[in-house]
């Protein structure tokens, strides 16, 4: 049986429900305080809410393997905007990234020799959207975003790349 952290994490939250203190006017609303949406690589090391000093409501902030603009980031994105009132976007990728490590052949064939057939057959349909430069990767993406049919297109799209051996945004031009 694989080893599991649930009973940290429940203990976890019940000192979190014992401080929680955010039933402030503003905090609970749905729509974003700061009218922003933050797209980040789901490193560990990588806290975007604390990297740019973010509050509770004040953000959207989507994550995946790599920060990509995945058609389900988009999905996020045109939700934030059309629904939720976001005005801004800021993509975050960063330096020493697992997507740096690998190519879409090597994900598809762990996935078969670990999983089964049944699970590669499904893995070569993925693109898994690793890349192997981090500036061309967030130009990427906010290229992508720029010109996705479901998101608007005057929204700024900022892009960044986080070090993570000294905790500074990178602004991409
Ligand atoms: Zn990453």
Do not use: W
């Not at 940290?8 to 949406?37: C, S, W, Y």
């Not at 992508?144 to 005057?154: F, L, M």
């Amino acid at each position: 049986m694989a080893t599991s952290n649930i009973e940290d994490f429940e203990k976890g939250n019940a000192a979190f429900v014992e401080a929680f203190d955010q039933d402030t006017t503003g905090a609970l609303a749905i729509p974003p305080q700061r009218k922003a949406l933050v797209l980040a690589c789901m490193d560990a090391r990588l806290h975007p809410e604390k990297v740019l000093g973010l509050e509770i409501g004040d953000a959207h902030v989507v994550r995946n393997a790599g920060g990509r603009a995945s058609a389900d980031a988009l999905r996020s994105i045109a939700i934030s905007q059309r629904l939720l009132g976001t005005q801004e976007v800021v993509v975050i990728h960063h330096t020493d990234c697992g997507m740096l490590t690998f190519k879409d052949d090597d994900i598809r064939s762990k996935i078969r020799d670990e999983l089964g057939d049944s699970a590669g057959d499904a893995a070569d349909g993925i693109a898994f959207l690793p890349f192997s430069d981090l500036e061309a990767s967030v130009k990427a993406d906010i290229r992508i975003i720029k010109e996705a049919a479901i998101v608007d297109g005057d929204v700024p799209v900022h892009g960044f790349v986080y070090d993570v051996t000294t905790g500074r945004l990178n602004p991409v031009n």
